[in-house]
């Protein structure tokens, strides 16, 4: 089931505190993983390509992340079909005829030709969406575009009834080998807890327990933090201290909580001046500062860090799924990666080198599961960051 990762009620697991329902993480079982070029405008260095892949003359890999996104867009999401990371970590530029590998080839990247264009399968996304996740949502179930198979994965986690199942097998088949579908274990489940041990925030008049996301600031230099907007949406969550020792942060400004927006996050601003607040993620014993914000690249590796659990080992399953609770509220163009999470962990941050990605916000571990890198079948999702940073001119740092 998915879980949310917050604790307020005992029964929803959001990954802030307590609250809700959310999904899971997924190590890759092909020898890419993928990225949608919509979402993802980050482009690492260009390399050969997989085995279906139409190989390129293997020449210096010279372009990098803007001209990759600019040549993408030149050429237009009918001729292109995403990027993603191969097996060796090179990421690859997917096309639908040869002249556009050609034009990539000659600025020095790896082209594969695929059969669907980006235009056509984010039309089947937008579809399943509207037979499905807009009129009558199937609880535990997501979707995204996956460039990497060249298709949109269908994910089917526990809880689906028969009756559903048939019901997005019958859609499914619609659009034929656009769509693949996959069979995972464990719900959808929120990600947060109440009253928990170990380092994170509260709200002591909820009392909810959940994991500072990024340390942000506005155009003056003020200080706000992010979390999860279902660690804040009520009344009592206004006010938000440090859980150790129980020093006060600040309060609630802006929150969403899997409202009509679809979004889950909430921006507290420190108040109290006795505070440092530092740009920078504490995880395992390490400091890993942040400067800036992003959206993710499909199949890149990333680090998650909780109040409760951590899971350094990570890779953006999609940058842009769609996924339904079991309540039946619906999650849009939010990101999954192959971690475990935990409750107490909602809104802890997401992460790849410098670059924050993502506000933690419902998984599909179970409560009473080991969490760690070593697990294969979770997947937890998050809240695109870079996203309410510009919505409210905030900005990492």
Request: net charge negative.
């Amino acid at each position: 089931m998915l879980l949310p990762c917050a604790v307020i009620h005992p029964t929803a697991l959001p990954v802030h505190g307590t609250h809700g329902d959310a999904p899971m993480r997924r190590l890759p079982t092909t020898p890419r993983t993928s990225m949608t070029v919509a979402i993802c405008s980050v482009f690492a260095v260009l390399a050969a390509p997989t085995a279906h892949a139409a190989p390129s003359p293997d020449p210096a890999p010279t372009a990098g992340p803007d001209r990759a996104t600019a040549l993408i867009a030149s050429m237009g999401a009918d001729r292109t079909g995403g990027t993603f990371y191969d097996g060796d970590g090179r990421l690859v530029v997917a096309v639908t005829d040869e002249a556009a590998a050609r034009t990539v080839r000659a600025q020095g990247g790896t082209a594969e030709v695929v059969e669907h264009s980006t235009d056509e399968l984010n039309s089947v996304r937008t579809a399943l969406d509207r037979r499905i996740a807009d009129t009558d949502p199937i609880p535990n179930t997501a979707w995204g575009v996956d460039p990497s198979t060249n298709q949109v994965t269908v994910s089917v986690f526990d809880g689906v009834s028969a009756a559903d199942r048939k019901r997005l097998t019958d859609v499914v088949a619609d659009y034929g080998d656009k769509v693949r579908v996959e069979e995972l274990p464990g719900g959808i489940k929120e990600t947060a807890y109440e009253s928990l041990g170990g380092i994170g925030i509260v709200a002591p008049y909820g009392p909810t327990y959940c994991t500072l996301g990024f340390n942000v600031r506005d155009s003056s230099g003020k200080k706000y933090f992010v979390t999860a907007g279902h660690c804040a949406s009520r009344d009592e969550e206004e006010f938000w201290h440090r859980e150790a020792g129980g020093i006060y942060f600040g309060e609630r400004t802006e929150w969403w909580d899997f409202g009509e927006v679809e979004k889950d996050y909430a921006v507290i601003e420190y108040v109290n001046d006795d505070v440092a607040a530092y740009g920078a993620v504490r995880a395992a014993g390490a400091t890993y500062e942040i400067t800036d914000s992003r959206y993710p690249d499909d199949g890149e590796s990333v680090k998650r860090a909780g109040a409760v659990s951590s899971d350094l080992v990570g890779q953006v399953i999609n940058p842009s799924v769609t996924f339904t609770f079991p309540s039946g509220k619906v999650m849009k163009n939010m990101i999954e990666t192959s971690h475990c999470a935990k409750p107490g962990d909602s809104g802890g941050p997401l992460w790849a080198g410098t670059d924050a990605l993502g506000i933690a916000s419902a998984t599909n571990t179970p409560a009473d599961a080991s969490c760690n890198s070593a697990q294969s079948q979770y997947r937890t999702f998050f809240q695109p960051v870079h996203w309410v940073l510009a919505r409210y001119g905030l900005s990492a740092f």
